[in-house]
């Protein structure tokens, strides 16, 4: 889910530390699930889960910052210099690529 933010646009995250592989899965239960092969350890694995959510995003890493869920696996990204429209968009097509059209979470809420 989007959520508008005075700094930027906040988006939900699930983040899945200790995968076998760093990569978006698509959407689950209105967050973007994103997995990592860090261990949740010392921040490692947020700071792997940001590296991927800007890459996947065509954002660079100073646009994204942990803002809630530092410890538990449902996060919020705020994310800086992306209107929510565009925002909205690549997330659209970034799960159009997986194959998994469930983007409705992301549409229209703002």
Same mark, same amino acid.
């Given at each position: 889910m989007l959520t508008l933010h005075p700094e930027g646009v906040l988006l939900d995250v +699930? &983040?899945?530390? @200790?995968s076998k592989r760093d990569e978006v899965r698509g959407i689950q239960d @209105? &967050?973007? #699930? $994103? /997995? %990592? *092969?860090q261990v949740p350890e010392k921040g490692k694995a947020? #700071?792997? $889960?940001r590296k991927?959510? &800007? +890459? =996947?995003? /065509?954002? !660079? %890493?100073s646009q994204v910052e942990l803002v809630c869920g530092e *410890? %538990? =696996?449902l996060k919020k990204f705020l994310v800086r210099g992306v209107d929510p429209e565009t925002l909205r968009t !690549? $997330? &659209?097509?970034? =799960?159009?690529k997986l194959g998994r059209a469930d983007t409705n979470a992301f549409r229209g809420r703002r």
């Amino acid at each position: 889910m989007l959520t508008l933010h005075p700094e930027g646009v906040l988006l939900d995250v +699930k &983040a899945q530390p @200790g995968s076998k592989r760093d990569e978006v899965r698509g959407i689950q239960d @209105g &967050a973007l #699930k $994103i /997995c %990592v *092969t860090q261990v949740p350890e010392k921040g490692k694995a947020n #700071k792997e $889960i940001r590296k991927q959510l &800007a +890459k =996947s995003l /065509c954002l !660079r %890493v100073s646009q994204v910052e942990l803002v809630c869920g530092e *410890t %538990v =696996s449902l996060k919020k990204f705020l994310v800086r210099g992306v209107d929510p429209e565009t925002l909205r968009t !690549r $997330i &659209a097509e970034l =799960s159009e690529k997986l194959g998994r059209a469930d983007t409705n979470a992301f549409r229209g809420r703002r």
